[in-house]
């Protein structure tokens, strides 16, 4: 609520019975006391507002950003430290535990565990894994790498996630928003198609560099990063993102042969409608048909039947299995069935010798990685923080980001690519009654036994049952009810969301996430540079003044403007436009006072509410210093109430106060009672 908190007045208040003769009666007093302007007795209250005006001027100095810098680099790293050594001195058993419970989070709650939460655990993993299972490989194949890399990347992940991370609920793996990211990004530097082998050292090179980042941010508390996408951006990011996805997996579903490597909706359609002539059919009814199955499972029956949810999550699994024995037994793959074949099995094999630091595309790559990173990020902690709030406990953002570090450098360097939390499969394993991390672990060994023991039974399984695992997966990425929310609440916010979803969907991934963050910089700019100013007015019976047009029941006061900047900040780049709003409003509120009422209803006093104001400038006080030649040259003073600690620091060293006739006050209604009730102005 606009409204300031104002110190003691002298004004008399006046009781009536009902609120308009209030104010009447409020405004006959102030014409009394403004006819008074003339006198010079000095009251009790005078000296009082002197004294309350020596508080205003006799501040300390304030600390400056280098020894706000100092103070908070020693609050979080030195201090920390000092404490953590100076306790290994003296009780170094203790010490180390506790250092050991902050890098290593679950074991803080592996006292409580219990035989109870395993079995929790160890069906929720294993519900999980069946869901994981087809989905990594889709993902594999969006990311346009072979099968396997998939299933490697829910195996080492999960794992170092389950040692390092604080979400007790999240699902680590490949998701589909990243393995898009990766795939349209770097088939510019490197056609997978034509050069496989490069292609996939670059996929690794850019998930090592999100790992770097990743890290970094969690060890330097950078988590206000992740914060340059908002909620309305991540919302039309993400629903572009699913609809190219979609549009991208029609190649496998309809069995496509020819289908162009961009991801903007008109090319993708303009290679659908050409190569309609080779449809396949075979594949298109097993590819939608299943698709019918894992949809309704998920949106009808699991819904209607809450323990039923064991089944949308096997589904995708179902499909796999089903479909696979029918290629099998009808032997489609000899009549055009494309099928995914080979997939090789194994432990994750080491990928250290496939980075690449010298290769003419590195730079490229770890830009890519950082857009990586933050995406992923993003993703990780919003589905987290939603599953911990539900579950009661606070989720560490720089522990997440450094775990979700350190787990996609351990994986660039064994064989996978960028993984973080995923929405869908996080929901699953919440459903499914996870009570830690191990269900993670429980996942990531039952994925591990089905790459040594069942590849092989994979090689008959359709590409297009993975087009539609990945299909039924999109429309939870596709918050239509968000959207609509944010269209209500603020349209620039939509303008953002927009955005993003248009860009992505028409002209590419990178194009939809710049135009988001460009437009949410955009806003903010645009509030600083050209911020509102309110005219406040006292509430009846009170010391209270707000904004009248919120709040048409306050009242102006005669013979003052009281004006307040809605900003936190006046500096170069909004300072004249300040100052000429102000302007413009003391000589329109002048010009009234003229028109509409006697002489000494005019406006002679400007009042500055700076109590919004946390910092200024050379170039604001340059253009206050302006703004009082120019008020004096129209019969009008300015004065200034409740400036802020660094505000009149630096209107002091200026000597600005000498020019104002040390016009500053406390409060609002100080300024009123020491302005208009003396002709002789205080001195300094």
């Known amino acids: 609520m606009a409204v300031s908190r104002e110190g003691e007045t002298e004004f008399s208040q006046l009781e009536a019975s009902n609120t308009k003769g209030f104010s009447q009666t409020l405004q006959g007093t ?22 309350r005006r020596d508080w205003v001027l006799n501040v300390p100095k304030p600390p400056g950003w280098l020894s706000n810098l100092k103070t908070s680099f020693k609050k979080t790293v030195i201090c920390p430290l000092e404490n953590k050594l100076e306790c290994i001195g003296k009780q170094p058993v203790p010490a ?60 080492i992940p999960p794992l170092i996630y389950a040692m390092m991370g604080s979400s007790r609920e999240i699902a680590i793996g490949p998701v589909a928003v990243v393995s898009l990211l990766l795939s349209s990004m770097i088939q510019k530097l490197e056609d997978p198609t034509a050069n496989p082998i490069g292609y996939r050292k670059l996929v690794l090179t850019v998930t090592f560099f999100a790992g770097i980042f990743q890290a970094a941010f969690g060890l330097l508390r950078l988590g206000f990063l992740v914060d340059f996408l908002s909620h309305a951006a991540i919302v039309g990011f993400m629903a572009g993102a699913a609809s190219v996805i979609g549009l991208q997996q029609l190649k496998s579903l309809l069995g496509i042969s020819n289908f162009t490597n961009k991801t903007d909706i008109i090319s993708v359609l303009t290679s659908i409608c050409k190569s309609m002539n080779t449809l396949h059919t075979f594949s298109f009814m097993i590819g939608s048909s299943f698709l019918i199955f894992i949809l309704l499972t998920k949106y009808y029956l699991a819904r209607k039947y809450k323990k039923l949810f064991w089944l949308a999550a096997m589904a995708p699994l179902l499909s796999v299995i089903l479909s696979t024995l029918i290629v099998f037994l009808t032997r489609a793959d000899k009549h055009g069935v494309k099928i995914v074949k080979h ?49 009661g406990y606070r989720l560490d953002g720089n522990k997440e980001m450094l775990a979700m ?47 040594e023991f069942f590849t092989r039974l994979l090689y008959f399984t359709p590409v297009a049952i993975l087009a539609s695992i990945i299909l039924s997966a999109l429309p939870g990425l596709i ?19 927009a955005a993003a979803f248009l860009g992505v969907l028409f002209v590419s991934v990178e194009i939809g996430l710049l135009l988001a963050v460009g437009i949410s910089f955009a806003k903010i700019m645009l509030n600083s540079i050209q911020p509102g100013t309110e005219k406040l007015g006292r509430f009846p019976g009170s010391d209270l003044f707000g904004d009248v047009e919120q709040y048409p029941i306050a009242t102006k006061t005669p013979g003052a403007l009281i004006v307040r900047v809605k900003s936190a900040l006046l500096c170069f780049a909004n300072a004249n436009f300040i100052r000429g709003r102000i302007l413009n409003l003391a000589l329109e509120e002048q010009d ?26 050379t170039s604001s006080i340059a253009a206050l210093e302006d703004l009082q030649n120019e008020l004096e040259s129209n019969g009008m003073q300015l004065a200034l109430a409740n400036p802020r600690w660094h505000v009149i620091h630096k209107l002091k060293l200026a000597n600005f106060l000498k020019k104002i006739e040390g016009r500053v006050f406390l409060t609002i209604g100080e300024a009123i009672e020491a302005c208009l009730t003396s002709k002789n102005k205080l001195p300094i």
């Not at 989905?135 to 490697?152: E, F, H």
């Open 30 to 51: 102030e014409k009394v006391q403004f006819s008074q302007f003339s006198q010079t007795v000095q009251t009790p209250m005078a000296s009082d507002n002197e004294r």
């Open 96 to 155: 180390l535990v506790s250092i050991i419970n902050v890098i290593f989070p679950p074991l803080s709650w592996c006292k409580e565990y219990n035989v109870t939460k395993f079995k929790r655990d160890v069906l929720a993993g294993l519900t999980l894994a069946s869901l994981c299972i087809p989905q990594s490989i889709g993902y594999a194949t969006l990311a346009k790498l072979d099968p396997q890399y998939g299933l490697y990347t829910s195996v």
């Open 343 to 391: 997939i090789i099995g194994g432990l994750n094999p080491s990928s250290i010798h496939e980075l690449q630091f010298n290769s003419p595309h590195t730079a490229e790559a770890a830009k890519i990685g950082l857009i990586v990173a933050l995406v992923a990020l993003t993703e990780a902690i919003a589905v987290g923080r939603s599953f911990a709030t539900m579950k």
């Open 405 to 451: 570090g350190v787990m996609n450098i351990t994986g660039s360097l064994t064989s996978c690519y960028v993984a973080t939390g995923s929405f869908s499969r996080t929901a699953v394993n919440f459903s499914a009654g996870c009570e830690t991390a191990v269900s993670n672990i429980v996942m990531a060994v039952t994925v591990l036994i089905s790459l």
């Open 479 to 497: 918050n239509i009810s968000e959207a609509k929310y944010i269209w209500k609440v603020d349209k620039m916010d939509f303008l953002a969301c």
């Open 592 to 617: 009234e006072g003229a028109i509409e009422s006697a002489d000494q209803d005019r406006v002679q006093l400007v009042i500055l509410d700076m109590s919004n104001l946390l910092n200024i400038d």
